[in-house]
């Protein structure tokens, strides 16, 4: 029985080229904390409701009666929205206002695109 001789590979002419590199493991975590912000409706009706008051700005007495929910659920959606880097808070007194931050959208958007 005859073998054929072994090739070595050329790497000049492999039929792939190289891959882009791919997100790390710690890049793609901090990605999807922002994307579980966004996969909520009730979050995601918050963002809408931020970002078209007067202003800019909402205090959170104001967003459960939209959503139907209790104060201690808005509180804790926009919570959730705000360590997503997506809006901020500012306390006055006995009350939270939040505000879209400035780019966050426009961060998101980035984040898809750069995939």
Known sequence: M??????EPDMQTTC?????PALD?????????????????NRLRLLSIVKA???GESCVCDLTEPLDLGQPTVSH???????????H???RGTWAYYS???????DVAGILLAL
């Open 89 to 91: 808070r500012e306390k």
């Open 16 to 20: 792939c080229p190289p891959a882009a």
């Open 25 to 41: 493991a710690e890049e793609a975590q901090r990605r999807a904390v922002v994307f579980k912000a966004l996969a909520d409706p």
């Open 2 to 7: 005859t073998s054929l001789p072994l090739l």
């Open 100 to 106: 879209l931050i400035p780019g966050a959208l426009d």
């Open 53 to 55: 008051a007067d202003g």
């Open 77 to 87: 959606h926009l919570k959730i929205l705000v360590e997503a880097g997506l809006l």
